[in-house]
């Protein structure tokens, strides 16, 4: 057996492991057939997150890039655009499917930290007669904003998007896969920042720690729709009450500690900055890391080496994340490997 110690995975948030408390809520959860909509653990997950997020309904779908498509699907027409920011993960990491199963265009808009405002999407919002035009249906948001470095959304700039899109007539959906970071960090309640959407999603697969699962909330007309495009999709799952068990454990035990996951993220920026070689382009306010360097494949080959994993994004840039398996003996590995690797 080896000795060596076991790797520090700061690729993803979505590489924890269920905790020995969540896999016995797993193992005695009540279930039932979910697609009759008869699971209790299903149908009890999906209330409690409507009432989080102050909405109608919700529903329990098995991926981020599911909750994402439904919303489209579910609040638009083949043809129509959404507006996006240019680094979104709908655009950029959910294979073209907006397009491929909707249907729709994207205008795509630039904005500091992966963040939209009124102001930029303004101008491209179209709503006219003319059929020379694809209409404006959806704007898609994005909070916390992955390539934008874990930032999160002013709750006035949602405010003012939501104005917009009601003096418009089009909808607001939010890819709030790391929803609950922006909670934990800024103190807002998720119905908070939900209330200026229509639609909002979360994952509970990230930093909240559960193995697999999504919700989607919204009105009760909108998730009707968009359980049937779940169907669709192949998205029905049958005894998923084992999967909620895991889910409603994280909405219990997984959301405080969250704080930890930014404290470890600010600490570890703490122990590179100032490095020869190491910039970092982006605040860090919650549980992403990003910071350039002058060789990606160099700098990955030599932190590997010492058991450290993270994830290219770019031809120099480099993501960290920090998650539930990263205790703090990982993050000063990580910083040591770091620094070994800048040659300190």
């Avoid at 008869?38 to 909750?67: H, I, W, Y």
């Avoid at 068990?245 to 570890?268: K, N, P, S, T, Y």
């Amino acid at each position: 057996m080896s000795d060596s110690p076991a790797t520090v995975d700061l690729r993803s948030d979505t590489l924890t492991r269920p905790t020995e408390a969540m896999r016995r809520a797993m193992a005695t959860a009540e279930v039932g057939d979910d697609v009759f909509g008869e699971d209790p653990t299903v149908n009890q997950l999906q209330e409690r997150c409507a009432a989080l997020l102050g909405k109608e309904a919700a529903l329990f779908v098995p991926s981020g890039t599911m909750a994402n498509l439904l919303a489209f699907l579910s609040q638009t027409h083949p043809g129509e655009t959404i507006i996006l920011h240019e680094d979104a993960h709908p655009y950029n990491y959910e294979a073209g499917n907006v397009a491929m199963v909707g249907g729709l265009l994207t205008r795509t808009l630039a904005g500091e930290l992966g963040i939209l405002d009124r102001d930029s999407i303004f101008p491209y919002v179209i709503r006219t007669s003319d059929h020379h035009f694809s209409e404006t249906s959806v704007i898609a948001l994005e909070n916390t904003t992955n390539r934008g470095g874990g930032n999160i959304y002013p709750i006035e700039t949602l405010r003012d998007i939501r104005a917009l899109a009601d003096e418009n007539g089009i909808k607001v959906h939010c890819d709030g896969a790391r929803l609950f970071n922006a909670v934990v960090e800024t103190g807002h309640s998720a119905a908070d920042f939900a209330q200026y959407c229509d639609t909002i999603s979360f994952c509970f697969s990230k930093g909240l720690g559960a193995p697999v699962g999504s919700i989607i909330a919204g009105s009760a007309d909108t998730i009707n729709a968009a359980h049937r495009f779940r169907k669709m999709l192949g998205g029905g799952m049958r005894q998923a009450g084992f999967l909620a068990a895991a889910a409603l454990h994280a909405l219990d035990h997984h959301i405080d500690r969250l704080a930890e996951d930014h404290r470890r993220a600010r600490e570890f920026r703490a122990g590179l900055e100032g490095l020869p070689g190491a910039s970092f382009p982006m605040p860090s306010p919650t549980n992403i890391v990003l910071f350039d360097v002058k060789d990606v494949a160099a700098f990955m080959g030599k932190i590997q080496e010492q058991g450290v994993l993270m994830i290219p994004m770019g031809q120099r840039r480099i993501r960290a994340v920090f998650h539930l398996d990263i205790d703090d003996e990982g993050l000063i590995r990580a910083i040591e490997a770091c620094k070994s690797a800048f040659g300190s």
